[in-house]
């Protein structure tokens, strides 16, 4: 069984670098059947709308006739395109479709599952003896704001949100824990996967990118194997004598070194047989 990794699509922003006839969804369809890829995991940030993912993800798998699963990025949660406010509500949407991993892991054989959340930040990368958890509260640095602070609202603490997914998560875990697991979440999960303090934009900046407190899951769950991040932008790989671990970020063109989608998709589809 071949699986197929891949995060942070972000196809609404990405859309003018494209050729006139090109969309991510034909070309990433096309490469999927090329790779003769049995499932894709998708670690979040389609768009910056919860109804463009959904509908992305509906067609995807209709064109690969694959099981396509998902956990949603902060992006998708956005409230920025529609009318739809409560995040809570985007985020039980999402947990209803089939592509969800949340409350349902996916069982690939009598072996192996997929077990998923978005997960999310608790500042817990964060430079803590530069900053206070009530400036990461504030999601500003100097004249920037991390864009979550305008477009995201739980009407929670953040790190109440994350430890509720995080709870969920252990759930989800138990469930499996007697198969050989791939996780998969949006948000880092590892401190190999956000920048390395000190830095000066950083040691603020890695409070959004992961959440420190799920290192927690490779302790106690030792069959994860594998486990797929998004959200950081970057591609990378890192193994070590328990699992390998995956960034498989597409991420903004303006990351981009060469602006063809299918290149860059190339780089970014991480792929493994099982």
């Known amino acids: 069984m071949r699986i197929g990794t891949l995060s942070d699509l972000h196809i609404d922003r990405n859309e003018w670098e494209m050729e006139a006839d090109e969309t991510t969804l034909i070309t990433l ?27 992305f993800l509906k067609n995807l798998t209709e064109l690969t006739r694959i099981p396509v699963k ?19 509500q985007i985020n039980h949407f999402f947990n209803e ?19 998923g959340t978005p997960g999310w930040y608790d500042y817990g990368y964060g430079n803590q ?7 990461f509260e504030k999601k500003k640095y100097g004249f920037a704001s991390w864009n979550d602070l305008h477009f995201v609202n739980w009407n929670q603490s953040d790190k109440d949100v994350s430890k509720d997914m995080l709870e969920q998560l252990y759930k989800d875990l138990e469930t ?23 830095h000066r934009i950083y040691n603020y900046a890695n409070a959004f990118l ?3 407190a799920y290192e927690t899951v490779y302790e106690d769950f030792e069959t994860i194997k594998y486990s797929i991040m998004g959200h ?3 591609r990378k ?11 498989p970020c597409l991420g903004s063109s303006k990351h981009w070194t060469d602006k063809r989608l299918k290149n860059q998709l190339e780089k970014s589809l991480v792929t493994f047989d099982l």
């Open 232 to 234: 950081v932008h970057f």
């Open 97 to 115: 479709q089939e592509y969800s991993l949340v409350g349902k892991p996916f069982d690939l054989n009598d072996e192996w599952a997929v077990v």
């Open 237 to 247: 790989i890192v193994q070590d004598e328990k699992r390998t671990y995956i960034s």
């Open 176 to 198: 499996v824990k007697h198969k050989k697991i791939i996780l998969m979440t949006h948000v880092a999960t590892h401190g190999d996967f956000v920048v390395p303090l000190p």
């Open 70 to 88: 998902f956990v949603a990025g902060n992006h998708d949660y956005w409230a920025k395109d529609h009318d739809l406010s409560d995040t809570h």
């Open 129 to 135: 003896d530069k900053y206070s958890e009530a400036q």
């Open 29 to 55: 369809s096309e490469m999927i059947k090329a790779k003769a890829i049995d499932i894709l995991l998708i670690a979040g940030d389609i768009s910056n709308s919860y109804l463009k993912s959904h509908d």
């Open 210 to 212: 992961g959440a420190k």
